[in-house]
């Protein structure tokens, strides 16, 4: 899920920067400091939308850089379980589909591709159900639902499934739309 926080940090800013007006100078560390991490709490800090409020600075012997308390707005993305998400198949290996949802990329293991007896065509990297035809391959648009979370700074894991009513690959879904009209 997307948000906007308000978040109290401490952000250096190098004497490269000592040039620049006092809010650019830490909007422009934060930028570098903290997008596009990860935080297990918050998710990934995808951009710092505004900063609203700078403390005082304080200098640290040994180290030419001012630290100062800022107080900043940021646009984040945490998958939650149970969300619905849609994202893009990136990748096709013999047990799931690679799907990056947002910044993040998340599997579709095998057993939660569909609910139907599935082959893999490992030439040509496509899953394909037995008895509905259906074909999940790379770049392929789909809408699956978060099962299982782990977020850290090392490797952060997302599991989803698409064997729920209204998931699956959007191809699959919209046949399945025009067959009921």
């Not at 990934?44 to 107080?71: R, W």
Request: net charge neutral.
């Amino acid at each position: 899920m997307f948000k906007i926080l308000t978040v109290k940090d401490e952000v250096r800013v190098p004497p490269v920067k000592f040039g620049l007006e006092l809010d650019q100078a830490v909007k422009e560390s934060l930028q570098e400091q903290v997008e596009g991490k990860m935080n297990a709490d918050i998710g990934v800090f995808l951009v710092i939308t505004e900063v609203l409020n700078v403390g005082d600075g304080k200098i640290v012997p040994e180290d030419g850089a001012i630290f100062y308390q800022v107080e900043f707005k940021v646009l984040t993305y945490k998958p939650e379980v149970n969300e619905i998400v849609v994202g893009e198949v990136v990748d096709i290996t013999e047990f799931g589909a690679f799907t990056r949802i947002g910044p993040v990329d998340a599997l579709v293991h095998v057993s939660q591709i569909m609910d139907d007896k599935i082959s893999y065509d490992a030439k040509n990297a496509v899953f394909t159900g037995k008895k509905t035809g259906f074909k999940l391959k790379e770049g392929d648009l789909i809408r699956a639902r978060v099962v299982g979370l782990s977020l850290g700074k090392g490797r952060s894991k997302v599991s989803l499934t698409m064997r729920q009513h209204g998931l699956g690959s959007m191809d699959w879904i919209n046949k399945e739309k025009k067959q009921k009209k």
